[in-house]
């Protein structure tokens, strides 16, 4: 992958962590996407084969698909679009808040 | 003032500037057959050439205004052209839910590209610019592009685990978008 899409990769990261952007489940429940004001992108996690993939497509403001990457476990970039995979399902599934609510809950 | 009334002024101004002329020249006793002659052709040329000229006026009008009910007759005509591409493509919609709902996957996927080619067509007709918003248009087209892709893997046996009831749900919002867009160039024509 490039610089910028490793950079768009990170932007991701981040505001999908500070919850300053909403993905939507697509029809396959391990693949998330969002829609920008200049485009769209999507992330997805399957086994093939007993190897687990990733993928990551960037889509354009008319939602034609500009490029894909796809990496299999071992990949160099593989750890990269875990991370947004993981951090994107986490923000979906509202981990956080379910957990912090359960303590809450628990604890006080 | 319409081209008969003109044509009727002019006729009379040169009726009354010839019996001027030919009084002013009878009472100078200098009257005869071929002053006559030379003084009513005179007066009857400038007449008829200032008729022509109007009718050649007229003539322009009213190919210009031929022009533009044929134009506007060609413009409804494309309009109504695409009306009903548009009432096509949601039948067409309706029929590949309907191909996924009885389990043909492979028929609905050739349709679902057949969706995708009307809306990358409908980006290039230039009276449906500014009819649906940019958005609408941006999500659908990604749900579908992402859909078409997951149900090829499927056939391929590279993915499992297609949600065939959101393809339907995302197919909906798709007919919304048609539908809606159907109704504003039906109803309102001055847009």
Same mark, same amino acid.
């Given at each position: ?30 693949? !998330? $996407?969002? %829609?920008?004001?200049?485009? /769209? ?11 687990? &993939? =990733? ?15 796809? !990496? $299999?476990? %071992?990949?160099?970039?593989? /750890? ?11 923000? &979906? =599934? ?15 | ?191």
């Amino acid at each position: 992958m490039n610089e910028k899409i490793i950079q768009l990769i990170n932007s991701l990261i981040l505001k999908t962590d500070q919850s300053q952007i909403g993905w939507q489940r697509t029809s396959r429940s391990n693949e !998330f $996407k969002v %829609n920008l004001s200049n485009g /769209a992108v999507s992330t997805d996690r399957w086994v093939d084969n007993g190897i687990e &993939y =990733l993928d990551f497509r960037v889509f354009n403001n008319v939602g034609e698909e500009i490029g894909s990457w796809q !990496f $299999k476990f %071992n990949d160099a970039d593989f /750890a990269l679009l875990l991370s947004l995979h993981s951090t994107v399902l986490r923000k &979906y =599934l509202k981990i956080d808040e379910t957990i912090d609510g359960m303590l809450g809950e628990l604890l006080f | 003032m319409n081209l008969k009334t003109l044509i009727i002024w002019i006729v009379s101004i040169c009726i009354i500037a010839l019996v001027i002329i030919l009084t002013i020249i009878y009472k100078q006793n200098k009257l005869d057959l071929i002053i006559f002659v030379g003084v009513f052709g005179s007066i009857a040329s400038i007449a008829g050439i200032s008729i022509s000229y109007l009718q050649i006026l007229s003539v322009k009008e009213i190919s210009e205004s031929t022009k533009r009910a044929i134009d506007s007759s060609l413009n409804e005509m494309i309009k109504s052209f695409s009306i009903s591409d548009l009432s096509r493509t949601i039948k067409l919609i309706q029929e590949i839910q309907n191909f996924i709902r009885t389990d043909k996957i492979e028929s609905s996927l050739l349709r679902m590209n057949d969706l995708k080619s009307v809306l990358i067509q409908i980006r290039h007709v230039s009276f449906l610019d500014g009819k649906y918003l940019r958005e609408d248009y941006q999500k659908i087209s990604v749900d579908l592009n992402i859909d078409i892709s997951n149900i090829n893997l499927q056939l391929l046996n590279k993915k499992t685990g297609v949600n065939y009831h959101t393809i339907c749900m995302n197919l909906e919002n798709v007919v919304t978008f048609f539908t809606d867009l159907e109704n504003k160039l039906k109803y309102n024509r001055d847009e």
